[in-house]
């Protein structure tokens, strides 16, 4: 192909290089572009034109030094692929391998039969691209010249500009300005922030590197360097409210790897921490006493998604549940008012406001007892009778409620009766429910109450 390339070339150029007018005033540059790849990666460079007159045609050498690139193509550039109607130059001439290389030589005339075609007087011509590939092990902050050359090849390619002047086709010696290819430094990968503690807004950052680097930065959105990590880190922590009462925050972090001071591009990801609020109190707080032992049946409803709940009794803690339980069971002392309150807590901590019931024991006494003198004898009958037909008092009800329904009448008093005088009724003599002989609480949950019992 090259052989081909020349033949067809030669007698275009041979002409040019015999009519060069070396000392002519018009300025011609040829520039080589400069561009950065990844190890591994490929990066096209532009060869462009600045050129005082048309152009009808060209031809060029660029060399390289070095392992880290491969030529791997050239191709025309945007001021000669849309030659002859989109169809490219009328003639090509390419070579990725030349002789003295390593380079690439490349020549070009954009018609080859009328009308005539010219790059136009401009500058930033782009006329061709040649794209390179960079060997894997090509260490970042490396770099490679590219460099014009008029001896890559056999024949030489000389880097001459082909153009007409009153009527004569004449070469141009541009001058040159070379370019360069440098190696990066891969940039990490699969960066993921996931929010670890809404309270405090921190966030678990998590990535894959592409490369052992010499030290890894994390950023915060502003672009400020909040953490400096080893080069083979693939972790961090980052807090980006510091606050304890969680969102709204947010923030766009960023990580970047560093090797041979060459920075590679930044991963992002979006940090965003919720709000998190403050709880409302339970409600519906309800106590049911067990007044033989003080066992209370607490019972709520949940007005809050909580963390967890707190039990107290008059003010001291006495129990921490999981956040969805709705009932406990708390044990009062003796006799007296106490309040216990309940209240949840959200995942950073914060308390909601309490509720609460008074769980009420009622005053020990002794059932059948009424008058509080310590034996069961006809007195205590009498006490009822006159408490519920002569106008007396009892200031303890439970102590008269001697058949335990709930109620304070007759039945008490007759039952009282055949318990004081050992009267069978149905066939036993009935016997007095607890607390009987002693002091104790009442073991059934009724509307009646002990105001006070000077017995116990």
Same mark, same amino acid.
């Given at each position: 192909?090259k052989?081909?390339?020349?033949?067809?070339?030669?007698?275009?150029?041979?002409v040019?290089?015999?009519?060069?007018?070396f000392?002519?005033?018009?300025?011609?540059?040829l &520039?080589?572009?400069?561009?950065?790849?990844?190890?591994?990666?490929?990066v096209?460079?532009?060869?462009?034109?600045?050129?005082?007159? =048309?152009?009808?045609?060209?031809?060029?050498?660029?060399?390289h030094?070095? $392992?880290d690139?491969?030529?791997?193509?050239i @191709?025309?550039?945007?001021?000669? =692929?849309?030659?002859?109607?989109?169809?490219?130059?009328?003639f090509e001439?390419?070579n990725?391998?030349p002789?003295?290389g390593?380079?690439?030589?490349? %020549?070009?005339?954009?018609? &080859?039969?009328?009308?005539?075609?010219?790059?136009p007087?401009?500058?930033?011509?782009?006329?061709?691209?040649? !794209?390179?590939?960079?060997? $894997?092990?090509?260490?970042?902050?490396s770099s490679t010249?590219?460099s014009?050359?008029?001896?890559?090849?056999?024949p030489?390619?000389?880097?001459?500009?082909?153009?007409?002047?009153?009527?004569?086709?004449?070469?141009?010696?541009?001058?040159?300005?070379?370019?360069s290819?440098?190696?990066a430094?891969?940039?990490?990968?699969?960066?993921?922030?996931?929010?670890?503690?809404?309270?405090?807004?921190?966030?678990?950052?998590?990535?894959?590197n592409?490369?052992?680097?010499?030290?890894?930065?994390?950023?915060d959105g502003?672009?400020?360097?909040?953490?400096?990590?080893?080069?083979t880190? !693939? &972790?961090?922590?980052?807090?980006?409210?510091?606050?304890?009462?969680?969102?709204?925050a947010?923030?766009?972090?960023?990580?970047?790897?560093?090797t041979?001071?060459?920075?590679?591009?930044?991963?992002?990801?979006?940090a &965003?921490c919720?709000?998190?609020n403050?709880?409302?109190?339970?409600?519906g707080?309800?106590?049911v006493?067990?007044?033989?032992n003080g066992?209370?049946?607490?019972?709520?409803?949940n007005?809050? $998604?909580?963390?967890?709940?707190?039990?107290?009794?008059?003010?001291?803690?006495?129990?921490?549940? =999981?956040?969805?339980?709705?009932?406990?069971? @708390?044990?009062?002392?003796?006799?007296?008012d106490?309040?216990?309150?309940?209240?949840?807590? *959200?995942v950073?901590?914060s308390?909601?406001s309490?509720?609460?019931?008074?769980?009420?024991?009622? *005053?020990?006494?002794?059932r059948?007892?009424p *008058?509080?003198?310590?034996?069961?004898?006809?007195?205590?009958p009498?006490?009822i009778?006159?408490?519920?037909?002569g106008?007396?008092?009892?200031t303890?009800?439970?102590?008269?409620?001697?058949?335990?329904?709930?109620?304070?009448?007759? %039945?008490d008093?007759?039952?009282?009766?055949? @318990?004081?005088?050992?009267?069978?009724?149905?066939?036993?003599?009935?016997?007095?429910?607890a607390?009987?002989?002693?002091?104790?609480?009442?073991?059934?949950a009724?509307?009646?109450?002990? %105001?006070?019992?000077?017995g116990?």
């Amino acid at each position: 192909m090259k052989k081909f390339g020349f033949l067809v070339f030669v007698p275009v150029f041979v002409v040019s290089f015999i009519a060069a007018d070396f000392a002519h005033s018009q300025v011609h540059t040829l &520039t080589a572009g400069s561009g950065s790849v990844l190890p591994g990666g490929n990066v096209d460079i532009g060869i462009s034109l600045n050129n005082d007159e =048309a152009a009808r045609g060209f031809s060029l050498g660029v060399a390289h030094s070095g $392992s880290d690139l491969t030529l791997i193509s050239i @191709v025309p550039g945007q001021a000669t =692929a849309g030659a002859n109607g989109g169809t490219g130059p009328g003639f090509e001439f390419v070579n990725l391998t030349p002789s003295e290389g390593p380079g690439g030589t490349y %020549a070009c005339i954009l018609s &080859t039969a009328p009308p005539l075609e010219e790059i136009p007087v401009g500058t930033d011509n782009e006329i061709a691209s040649f !794209t390179y590939s960079c060997a $894997s092990a090509a260490a970042p902050g490396s770099s490679t010249a590219l460099s014009f050359s008029s001896i890559l090849g056999t024949p030489d390619v000389q880097t001459v500009i082909s153009v007409v002047s009153g009527g004569n086709s004449l070469s141009r010696i541009p001058s040159t300005v070379s370019g360069s290819v440098s190696v990066a430094t891969p940039p990490v990968s699969g960066l993921s922030c996931v929010l670890s503690d809404p309270c405090l807004c921190d966030f678990s950052l998590s990535w894959v590197n592409g490369m052992t680097y010499d030290s890894i930065e994390v950023l915060d959105g502003t672009g400020a360097v909040i953490q400096t990590l080893g080069g083979t880190a !693939t &972790t961090a922590l980052v807090s980006i409210s510091g606050t304890t009462t969680g969102g709204p925050a947010s923030d766009n972090l960023s990580v970047r790897g560093i090797t041979n001071s060459i920075v590679s591009a930044e991963s992002s990801c979006a940090a &965003t921490c919720p709000v998190v609020n403050n709880p409302t109190a339970p409600s519906g707080v309800n106590c049911v006493v067990d007044q033989s032992n003080g066992d209370t049946s607490v019972s709520w409803t949940n007005s809050s $998604s909580y963390s967890d709940i707190e039990v107290r009794l008059d003010g001291a803690l006495v129990a921490t549940l =999981a956040g969805s339980a709705t009932s406990t069971n @708390v044990t009062i002392g003796g006799p007296g008012d106490y309040t216990i309150s309940i209240a949840g807590s *959200n995942v950073c901590g914060s308390l909601s406001s309490t509720g609460s019931c008074v769980a009420t024991r009622d *005053n020990f006494f002794v059932r059948n007892d009424p *008058n509080a003198d310590g034996t069961e004898n006809i007195a205590d009958p009498v006490q009822i009778l006159d408490f519920l037909f002569g106008g007396g008092t009892l200031t303890c009800n439970d102590a008269g409620d001697v058949n335990d329904d709930g109620t304070l009448n007759i %039945a008490d008093v007759v039952y009282s009766l055949n @318990v004081i005088f050992g009267i069978s009724v149905g066939g036993s003599v009935p016997v007095t429910p607890a607390p009987a002989g002693a002091c104790g609480g009442d073991p059934t949950a009724d509307a009646l109450d002990c %105001a006070s019992y000077a017995g116990c």
